[in-house]
């Protein structure tokens, strides 16, 4: 049997799945909002990315998505090929985008970000052609 927790604990694989619900939505509209195609399979039509292509290009490219990926889920290894990175790709899209009760959380993490930073500039930025362009959270 697992460790015994007190009342109103909850455990770590619990938080770490919060935690990774959390930053990934976070992550997943500052890429929403920096959709302008530079990289990805339709470059050259211009066309935007739908929600699905954001989270597997995430999953493939996005080294923060990687590093906290490592970090909530201990004692595993980042997959080296493609199709094992598309996978995680569609499985947050499929568990935390595509699920409604949890894609309600990304407009109340920007409310989050603003208490905790009153009065500062709120700024994320990418890379777009090899240049670094800001935008507003």
């Not at 939505?25 to 500052?30: G, I, K, Q, S, T």
């Not at 597997?56 to 490592?70: C, D, Q, S, T």
């Not at 568990?95 to 930073?117: C, F, H, P, Q, Y």
């Given at each position: 049997?697992?460790?015994?927790l007190?009342?109103?604990?909850?455990?770590?694989?619990?938080?770490?799945?919060?935690?990774?619900?959390?930053?990934?939505?976070?992550?997943?509209?500052?890429?929403?909002?920096?959709?302008?195609?530079?990289?990805?399979?339709?470059?050259?039509t211009?066309?935007?990315?739908?929600?699905?292509?954001?989270?597997?290009?995430?999953?493939?490219?996005?080294?923060?998505?990687?590093?906290?990926?490592?970090?909530?889920?201990?004692?595993?290894?980042?997959?080296?090929?493609?199709?094992?990175?598309?996978?995680?790709?569609?499985?947050?899209?499929?568990?935390?985008?595509?699920?409604?009760?949890?894609?309600?959380?990304?407009?109340?993490?920007?409310?989050?970000?603003k208490?905790?930073?009153?009065?500062?500039?709120?700024?994320?930025?990418?890379?777009?052609?090899?240049?670094?362009?800001?935008?507003?959270?």
């Amino acid at each position: 049997m697992g460790s015994q927790l007190k009342k109103g604990e909850t455990s770590q694989s619990t938080q770490n799945r919060v935690w990774y619900s959390y930053y990934g939505l976070h992550l997943f509209d500052l890429m929403v909002k920096a959709n302008t195609n530079a990289k990805g399979k339709h470059w050259k039509t211009k066309k935007k990315l739908s929600k699905l292509d954001l989270c597997r290009y995430m999953a493939e490219h996005h080294k923060p998505f990687r590093a906290f990926w490592l970090k909530f889920h201990p004692g595993k290894t980042f997959p080296k090929h493609e199709n094992g990175r598309k996978a995680i790709g569609t499985a947050f899209y499929k568990s935390n985008v595509a699920d409604s009760r949890r894609s309600g959380r990304r407009s109340k993490l920007n409310e989050i970000v603003k208490m905790l930073t009153p009065g500062k500039k709120r700024e994320g930025y990418y890379f777009h052609q090899g240049k670094k362009v800001k935008i507003e959270i």
